[in-house]
């Protein structure tokens, strides 16, 4: 009998998605840690953290997890122990990148709608202390989930893959810990980035408007008005990023508040059960999440896009004179 469509079509996506995805942030980091995009020191620490949190997740989560579990079962990577390892730092990877793309929304917010905290709060100091707190707070969360899973088999007295304990969803602490970590991921990381990025519309809506009135500009011209060109690339990257990582964050969200209040479990291993495929289904979603950051900044900011272009014809360049 062959394996399940769902997992039939993981098996395909996974190795394509970390052979994008893995070279894209790690020439988004390259390119950003120059400082040659015309971003701020603070916006470009925020991004280059951003790339490394999506990189870990392709690390842990793709290869490590999915890759190695498809093709590789029986490497000691699937020792239970190492396992446990793995999902602590797969979990961690996941809540490090959601909570930068929150503190990057948040840095926005306060860059474009708090003027007197702006010159305060949005510097390199601060975005370095946001994300050393952010890493921190992401690993000691998820430490607890070493102790929440169990091996899978066990073959010649040896513990092989991972599997959610039963206690897990009976036990009351184990309980509480699963509602902590629904909220912190990613019911309040969407309920701030909808509200901060609603807040930052509406301020330079606004601003937008009292600036052109000021200017006489009645017609609704306004490229001439550099202020108002800066804002407008700021709400554009802002936007994106948020944006990408709500549409594709939102199959697994509606999925783990169905958990929530349904008798069903993470990680069962019923293939063919809808809300199984619906649950692997945002996994893959957002995964993808990790990969889109490097194409957003490609398609909305042309300094980065000159960089990459530059970098691509360096790396090429080898290849062309073999031709000649």
């Not at 498809?70 to 990577?77: G, K, R």
């Not at 007197?116 to 707190?133: F, M, W």
């Not at 599997?163 to 009976?170: I, L, P, V």
Request: hydrophobic share 50%; proline share 4%.
């Amino acid at each position: 009998m062959g394996q399940p469509v769902i997992i039939q079509i993981e098996n395909i996506y996974y190795p394509i998605l970390a052979t994008v995805g893995i070279p894209a942030n790690l020439v988004t980091i390259v390119i950003l840690s120059r400082g040659s995009c015309g971003l701020s020191n603070c916006i470009t620490r925020y991004l280059v953290a951003m790339a490394s949190g999506d990189l870990l997740i392709l690390i842990f989560g793709v290869i490590l997890y999915e890759i190695q579990d498809a093709y590789f079962p029986h490497s000691f990577l699937n020792y239970t122990p190492i396992c446990r390892i793995n999902i602590v730092f797969l979990l961690a990877s996941y809540d490090f990148s959601i909570w930068l793309t929150v503190a990057f929304t948040f840095d926005r917010f306060i860059a474009i709608c708090c003027q007197k905290l702006r010159t305060k709060y949005c510097t390199e100091k601060t975005a370095a202390v946001v994300i050393a707190v952010v890493c921190f707070f992401s690993a000691l969360e998820n430490i607890p989930f070493y102790f929440a899973v169990e091996p899978r088999e066990i073959i010649n007295n040896v513990p092989w893959s991972c599997y959610m304990k039963s206690s897990f969803y009976t036990l009351p602490i184990w309980a509480a810990l699963l509602w902590l970590e629904n909220i912190l991921t990613p019911f309040l990381p969407f309920l701030l980035i909808l509200l901060l990025n609603a807040l930052t519309i509406r301020h330079i809506v606004l601003a937008n408007r009292v600036r052109r009135g000021l200017r006489g500009n009645k017609d609704g011209e306004n490229h001439n008005d550099p202020e108002m060109e800066n804002r407008r690339r700021s709400m554009i990257l802002l936007l994106a990023i948020s944006g990408s990582f709500i549409l594709l964050w939102m199959v697994s969200f509606i999925f783990y508040i169905y958990v929530q209040f349904a008798d069903t479990q993470l990680l069962d291993a019923n293939y063919d059960d809808p809300f199984t495929i619906m649950e692997q289904s945002g996994y893959m979603l957002r995964s993808l999440s990790s990969c889109t950051n490097t194409f957003i900044y490609a398609a909305s900011q042309s300094k980065f896009r000159d960089e990459l272009k530059n970098m691509m014809k360096r790396l090429l360049a080898p290849i062309t004179c073999l031709f000649k």
